[in-house]
């Protein structure tokens, strides 16, 4: 470990169980050398495991549902009062989308599904944002991070409305960040992540053939949850203090590829 988060503060949305791409967060940010308040939805607090994780990771939690923002006054209130101080960083690691769970196919979506799965998986970053921009709660050169997904560029059939929902998500980040920037010297980027085994990755139609052909397709092959720990982990750092308004893709490569080897083989 290097101490790359030594006595920085930060909240960590969206750990729901060892698999959540958030959880990896949380535990490689303690073992940087963090201090931080993990936050869900209040229904997550009594499926998950995050008491698991705040005892592992010596964090306090407070519930908030991120479409509400009251909760997320309260979330940011608290957060400082607990952290004694401002905030440095920051993980948006949330999704859902109802036309997926209920396996409605994306011409045939129901709107008021729609809308719910917008609200939760993309106008909730601007609205954490936006509780952290009144309260002036970020500290100089901090850092804001959301999670995405390459569907925001490209066409993934099953991956339905949340392709629309990341293209939202990923405007966002450049939108808000350039205000962050100008008044607090605060960065704000997304990650654009390989599909990875998570509950709510696992929730996408054909998921495991997707994951596969990912990984064949891609030099260095999928990254993982933990992969993408660290790279957030960086991102959270003082080593990127000038990356800001990106949307950066964490793949393997599978970006800017075309076909591979691999995938070709199976079609000669
Ligand atoms: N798993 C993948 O293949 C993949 C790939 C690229 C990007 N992502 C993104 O990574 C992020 C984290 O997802 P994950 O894969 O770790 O799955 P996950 O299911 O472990 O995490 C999703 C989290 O969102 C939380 N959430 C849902 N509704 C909420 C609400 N109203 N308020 C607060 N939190 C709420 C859930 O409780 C859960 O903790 C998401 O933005 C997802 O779209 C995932």
């Known amino acids: 470990m290097y101490n790359l988060l030594k006595g920085k503060k930060g909240i960590i949305f969206g750990a729901l169980d060892e698999n959540s791409i958030a959880w990896k967060v949380a535990e490689r940010a303690h073992e940087e050398g963090a201090t931080f308040v ?3 939805a209040p229904i997550a607090m ?3 495991k995050i008491k698991e994780l705040a005892t592992k990771t010596n964090a306090e939690i407070v519930p908030a549902d991120a479409t509400s923002e009251s909760d997320l006054q309260n979330l940011v209130e608290k957060s400082m009062e607990i952290l004694g101080g401002k905030i440095d960083f920051v993980l948006h690691s949330i999704g859902m989308s109802v036309n997926v769970r209920k396996g409605i196919p994306y011409p045939e979506q129901k709107y008021n599904f729609t809308e719910k799965g917008w609200d939760v998986s993309a106008l909730s ?3 954490v ?8 709660a970020m500290n100089e050169w901090g850092s804001i991070v959301a999670l ?3 569907a925001a560029q490209r066409v993934f059939p099953d991956y339905n409305d949340m392709a629309d929902n990341k293209a939202y998500l990923e405007s966002i980040a450049r939108s808000f960040g350039y205000f962050f920037g100008r008044d607090f010297k605060v960065r704000v980027n997304t990650i654009s992540q390989s599909p990875t085994p998570t509950t709510a990755g696992q929730g996408v139609k054909g998921f495991d053939g997707f994951l596969k052909y990912a990984d064949e397709m891609s030099p260095l092959g999928n990254a993982t949850a933990l992969e993408c720990a660290d790279y957030t982990i960086s991102l959270f750092s003082d080593l990127t203090k000038k990356v800001t308004l990106q949307n950066l ?3 393997g490569g599978f970006s800017n590829m075309g076909v591979s080897e691999a995938i070709m083989e199976k079609f000669m």
């Open 125 to 127: 970053f601007h609205k």
């Open 46 to 48: 009594r499926m998950g």
């Open 249 to 251: 893709f964490h793949d």
């Open 129 to 136: 944002m936006s509780a952290l921009y009144k309260n002036k």
């Open 38 to 40: 993990l936050t869900n």
């Open 148 to 150: 995405s997904y390459m």
